[in-house]
Structure formats: C-alpha cells, structure tokens
C-alpha cells in the first residue's frame, strides 16, 4: 500500500521498520522506540495476514493470491476514497480544476461541500487558504473527522479540527455517587489541582449540589413612537389572560418549550420583554429563539404602532457578565455544599481551617467587591466551567456568565471547613450544539447524561449543572490552598512551563531535525505529517493506529 511519500507495503517489514524508525527518531527516545517500531510492524503484519485476499478462478480452481486487499469504504463515510473517474476525469485532475476556480474568484470556498464530499472539501479549503495566506496548515489535521455533523452545525468553512488533551479528575462524590471529571484543557497543573480537591471533598462529606432555578431567557425590544402605546403594552403582558395567550403561541412551536413568566422592563419609549422558559434537555437559546418569536407575531396584531427593533435586545443577558443574570439567574441556578474536616485540611492540603476562612473572605467578599467585579466573589471558577465546557460540549463563549460563582468559607462549630459555592447562570445543555458530536457524546456519558431524558425532560441537564458547580467547588479548595502554601507557583513552575523551546535548537534536536527535514520550530513538514496521516489511515487493526 502506498502513504503518502514513502511507500509502506504490509509484505515488506523491513521497509516499514525503517520508515517508523525515521518518522519517530525525533519523537521518541531510542530505548522505546526499536520496541514500539517491533510491536507496529507486529501489528501491521497480523492485519494484513486477516485481511481478505484476491481469489480468481471458479470454483474448481480457486486461487488465493498473497496480496492484502484494502475494503472499499463506505461512500457515506467522509474519508472515503474518491478514486472513480468524475465526468471522465479522476479525482486529482477534478481537485486541480476546483482549485484553479478557487483561485480565479469563479467558485467560493464556502460552497464546496456542495460540490465534494466534506473531507474532500476540507482539503481543497486547506490548500486554497495555504495558498493566500502562504503558510503551511501540515500541524492541523483534518483527516477522519465527521464532517459530516460538523458542517452547518457546529462550524463553517472548514479546515481542520485542533485536538485538546482531555484528563480526568476524580472521583468525587457528588450526591452519594462517584464520579470522573472530564477537563478539556491546555494550562498545566489545573487538572492537577481540581483532582486534589475531589480527593479532598472524598475524604469529607461529599458535595451535596441542587438546581434552585431553571429558566432560558430571551428579550426582544419593541419601541414606540408614543409614550402612552409603549405603557399599553407593558401593562398587556402583565394581565394573566394576556400571558396564556402568549404562552400558548409561545409553546406552540415546541414541546420542550414552557414559558414560565415575562418581565418587561421599560426604558422611556422603549419595552424589553424578558422571556423566561424551560427548554428541556436543551441550553435552550434555538428553542426560545424560535418561540418568542411566534409569541411576538401575535404582539404585532395587538400592537400595530410598536416596531420590533430585534429580538434580543441585551436584556436576556447572553454572553455577558451582567447583574440581572444574577438577581435572577439565567440557565441552571446552582448551589453546591461540602464539608472538610480539620484534619484532612491539616495533612492533606497542608494549611488550616482559620487561614483558609481568613483568606477567603478578604479574597472573594473584600477584593472582590472593591474592583466591583459581577459574579466575581471566587478564585477560579472559569478555568472549571471553560475546562468542563471544551470537554462536553458546551458554548464556550457563554463561560463568560456561567462561571459567575460566589464562593463561601466558613468554620464550623465542629472547626470543620465548610465550602459553598452559589452559581446563578450555568448555561447548559445535554442536546443540541457540540453535544451531537461523538467525542463531547462519550464524555458526557461518563457521567451519565448524554442525550434528553424523555421521561423527565430537563433532568439530564439539571444533573450536569451540578456536576460541574461540585468541580468548581474541587478548584476552588484546591487553589486557595495553594495560595496559603505557596505552591501555587511551584505548581505551574512544574506543570505548565514547556521545556519544549528551551532545547528545541540544542546540537542534538538540529542534528535530527536536519536529518528528518524539520525546521527548527520543531512543527514537521508535510512529507512527516503526510506519512503519519497515511500510517494512520492504512492502520486498520485498531491497536496499530492507537500506538501512532
């Protein structure tokens, strides 16, 4: 079989022991790497010997030939090979002919999917933006990803996908069961750190976490030409009768959709409706889009006079650091409880229970409040809910106002750690979104909450929001201790310092970069990146491609 620039055969292991050798000479040290290039040889032998052979003759003559045969792939599957002629031509001469219309202005990039198969589409994206932007994109994959479920979904213009490391932190229990944290992130010693405050919160009591409030918003604004109009209806809306009218358009457009209240606020001759709903499983903003636009159809035939300006209008308040979100809360409003008990303070976080109430109330309550932050009484709380929100699929702008926590130290009359963190805006959902793709889908699984709960619709979504208030309560303990014990810094000094740089140009690393046509940034051209794409994508025994 052919990879990419070196050819690669399963009936040649010699040739392959020396490509893996080359490739991996700059990646793994020589003590590992003759065993790892053993066992992937091993490997890529026991396919091919499983593999279907050729068999030509009838059935009285039946001859097996020696020579693997690579199954044909699914046209559906978006790695598909694309070999077959097109209109007369083959697949690189049509490739070269979309390209040069890219090129030419003549077809736009956003339209080739109409054109190829998604990873096909991918690929001519990728050359044609290397090609404007001369640079080379051989660090960024792009081979073997659902394209499919991604595009029109999750993102446009696609040319690639950047893998972020996932770790784990755990278990901790939270409402009597023990559970695994999944934490997609690039900053050393946070997964550390979270994974010494579930162990702390093990030895304790546990976290005991509940939804206290659940409601979606979305708030258009109507503005009138006449005071007295624009009063009219803010009266209107208040009526009861006028309410189930509107809820009824309202939850028209989905089952999951249920309007709870509307809050109109009136700013001179401008009205804010401030939609509120559960939306299920959901985070919900699609769906109560969706409906409070069918509800402000019927306000239009009620109010002819009023003009809707937009149908959000900053009230909701999505995205934003806001104080109406957290008076009244927006998504799942969170509390989350522990105790520690003064010894596991003591010998496990190596400081006190005085000195962590101390520092935590001139840290939060004081400092806090004196720089006049909004949802900012805490130590951490975004490095949890960005991590947990990469990791399951979560809108990672709406981190902005679903890590506004308020964190609370207290001693117990016990002299026990008492840890509570309120959180107002959690922002999230186990359906819709990123949640549809397969990597977000097998992390929320392990904590059991992928997908809707259709008979009790909301309690998937209600259990993640707690799930991820009780990390941020682990981060929290964590890292105050840390402050207190000066580790903080030794930690990251530790951690999340890359030595990468420092002896990227040692003698050594030069030697073998020139050796294998790296340049000195230590990112491989593209005959590496090629070939390894191409190993990967012949390795079809699956313990072949997860020693790659």
Same mark, same amino acid.
């Given at each position: 079989m052919s990879v990419a620039n070196g050819t690669l055969a399963s009936s040649e292991p010699a040739e392959l022991s020396h490509k893996l050798n080359e490739l991996l000479t700059f990646y793994v040290g020589d003590d590992n790497r003759?065993?790892?290039?053993?066992?992937?040889?091993?490997?890529?032998?026991?396919?091919?010997?499983?593999?279907?052979?050729?068999? @030509?003759?009838?059935?009285?003559?039946?001859?097996?030939?020696?020579?693997?045969?690579?199954?044909?792939?699914?046209?559906?599957?978006?790695?598909?090979?694309?070999?077959?002629?097109?209109?007369?031509?083959?697949?690189?001469?049509?490739?070269?002919?979309?390209? #040069?219309?890219?090129?030419?202005?003549?077809?736009?990039?956003?339209?080739?999917?109409k054109r190829v198969k998604p990873e096909r589409a991918v690929g001519l994206r990728r050359r044609?933006?290397?090609?404007?932007?001369?640079?080379?994109?051989?660090?960024?994959?792009?081979?073997?990803?659902?394209?499919?479920? +991604?595009?029109?979904?999750c993102c446009e213009n696609i040319i690639g996908y950047v893998p972020i490391p996932v770790g784990?932190?755990?278990?901790?229990?939270?409402?009597?069961?023990?559970?695994?944290?999944?934490?997609?992130?690039?900053?050393?010693?946070? @997964?550390?750190?979270?994974?010494?405050?579930?162990?702390?919160?093990?030895?304790?009591?546990?976290?005991?976490?509940?939804?206290?409030?659940?409601?979606?918003?979305?708030a258009p604004m109507? +503005?009138?030409?006449?005071?007295?109009?624009?009063?009219?209806?803010?009266?209107?809306?208040?009526?009861?009768?006028?309410?189930?009218?509107?809820?009824?358009?309202?939850?028209?457009?989905?089952?999951?959709?249920?309007?709870? #209240?509307?809050?109109?606020?009136?700013?001179g001759k401008i009205l804010y409706l401030r939609f509120v709903a559960t939306t299920g499983d959901a985070m919900g903003m699609n769906m109560i889009s969706k409906a409070v636009q069918a509800a402000m159809e019927l306000i239009k035939k009620q109010f002819p006079m009023g003009r809707v300006l937009a149908l959000s209008g900053n009230h909701c308040v999505d995205k934003k650091a806001a104080g109406i979100n957290w008076i009244h809360g927006r998504g799942k409003s969170v509390i989350a409880?522990?105790?520690?008990?003064?010894?596991?303070? #003591?010998?496990?976080?190596?400081?006190? +229970?005085?000195?962590?109430?101390e520092c935590a109330n001139a840290k939060f309550h004081i400092g806090t409040s004196t720089v006049t932050t909004i949802g900012g009484w805490n130590a951490q709380s975004a490095n949890v809910v960005a991590a947990m929100f990469i990791a399951l699929g979560q809108d990672a702008a709406q981190v902005v106002s679903s890590s506004m926590c308020l964190t609370d130290f207290r001693?117990?009359?016990?002299?026990?750690?008492?840890?509570?963190?309120?959180?107002?805006?959690?922002?999230?959902?186990?359906?819709?979104?990123?949640?549809?793709?397969?990597?977000q889908q097998a992390?929320?699984? &392990?904590?059991?909450?992928?997908?809707?709960?259709?008979?009790?619709?909301?309690?998937?979504?209600?259990?993640?929001?707690?799930?991820?208030?009780?990390?941020? @309560?682990?981060?929290?303990?964590?890292?105050?201790?840390?402050?207190?014990?000066?580790?903080?810094?030794?930690?990251?000094? &530790?951690h999340n310092r890359s030595t990468r740089d420092l002896h990227a140009n040692t003698?050594?690393?030069?030697?073998?970069?020139?050796?294998l046509n790296i340049p000195s940034n230590g990112l491989p051209h593209s005959k590496t990146t090629k070939m390894v794409e191409g190993i990967k994508k012949y390795a079809k025994h699956s313990n072949c491609a997860n020693m790659l």
């Amino acid at each position: 079989m052919s990879v990419a620039n070196g050819t690669l055969a399963s009936s040649e292991p010699a040739e392959l022991s020396h490509k893996l050798n080359e490739l991996l000479t700059f990646y793994v040290g020589d003590d590992n790497r003759e065993e790892l290039v053993q066992r992937i040889t091993a490997c890529f032998s026991e396919a091919a010997s499983s593999s279907t052979k050729f068999v @030509v003759g009838d059935d009285g003559s039946d001859v097996s030939s020696d020579d693997t045969v690579i199954e044909p792939e699914s046209t559906s599957d978006a790695t598909a090979h694309e070999e077959e002629l097109t209109n007369g031509f083959s697949v690189d001469d049509e490739n070269e002919s979309l390209f #040069r219309l890219l090129q030419d202005g003549k077809l736009k990039q956003r339209e080739l999917e109409k054109r190829v198969k998604p990873e096909r589409a991918v690929g001519l994206r990728r050359r044609f933006v290397e090609a404007k932007t001369g640079t080379q994109l051989d660090s960024l994959p792009f081979v073997g990803y659902n394209y499919e479920h +991604v595009n029109g979904a999750c993102c446009e213009n696609i040319i690639g996908y950047v893998p972020i490391p996932v770790g784990i932190a755990g278990p901790i229990t939270i409402n009597g069961e023990e559970l695994y944290l999944p934490l997609a992130t690039t900053e050393g010693a946070l @997964v550390a750190s979270i994974n010494r405050g579930c162990k702390v919160i093990s030895s304790g009591t546990g976290v005991t976490a509940i939804v206290t409030n659940d409601g979606m918003t979305r708030a258009p604004m109507i +503005v009138f030409d006449s005071l007295a109009e624009a009063v009219a209806l803010y009266e209107w809306v208040q009526v009861p009768t006028n309410f189930q009218l509107l809820k009824i358009e309202f939850e028209s457009t989905s089952r999951f959709a249920k309007l709870l #209240r509307i809050e109109p606020d009136l700013e001179g001759k401008i009205l804010y409706l401030r939609f509120v709903a559960t939306t299920g499983d959901a985070m919900g903003m699609n769906m109560i889009s969706k409906a409070v636009q069918a509800a402000m159809e019927l306000i239009k035939k009620q109010f002819p006079m009023g003009r809707v300006l937009a149908l959000s209008g900053n009230h909701c308040v999505d995205k934003k650091a806001a104080g109406i979100n957290w008076i009244h809360g927006r998504g799942k409003s969170v509390i989350a409880s522990t105790t520690i008990p003064a010894e596991v303070v #003591r010998t496990q976080l190596k400081t006190t +229970v005085d000195a962590l109430v101390e520092c935590a109330n001139a840290k939060f309550h004081i400092g806090t409040s004196t720089v006049t932050t909004i949802g900012g009484w805490n130590a951490q709380s975004a490095n949890v809910v960005a991590a947990m929100f990469i990791a399951l699929g979560q809108d990672a702008a709406q981190v902005v106002s679903s890590s506004m926590c308020l964190t609370d130290f207290r001693k117990t009359k016990d002299g026990d750690l008492d840890v509570t963190c309120t959180m107002k805006c959690l922002e999230v959902g186990t359906v819709g979104g990123g949640t549809i793709l397969a990597p977000q889908q097998a992390t929320l699984r &392990m904590l059991k909450c992928c997908g809707p709960d259709l008979q009790n619709p909301g309690h998937n979504a209600k259990r993640l929001a707690t799930i991820i208030c009780s990390a941020v @309560v682990a981060g929290e303990i964590s890292l105050m201790a840390a402050l207190l014990t000066d580790d903080l810094v030794k930690s990251h000094m &530790m951690h999340n310092r890359s030595t990468r740089d420092l002896h990227a140009n040692t003698d050594t690393n030069l030697a073998r970069q020139a050796m294998l046509n790296i340049p000195s940034n230590g990112l491989p051209h593209s005959k590496t990146t090629k070939m390894v794409e191409g190993i990967k994508k012949y390795a079809k025994h699956s313990n072949c491609a997860n020693m790659l």
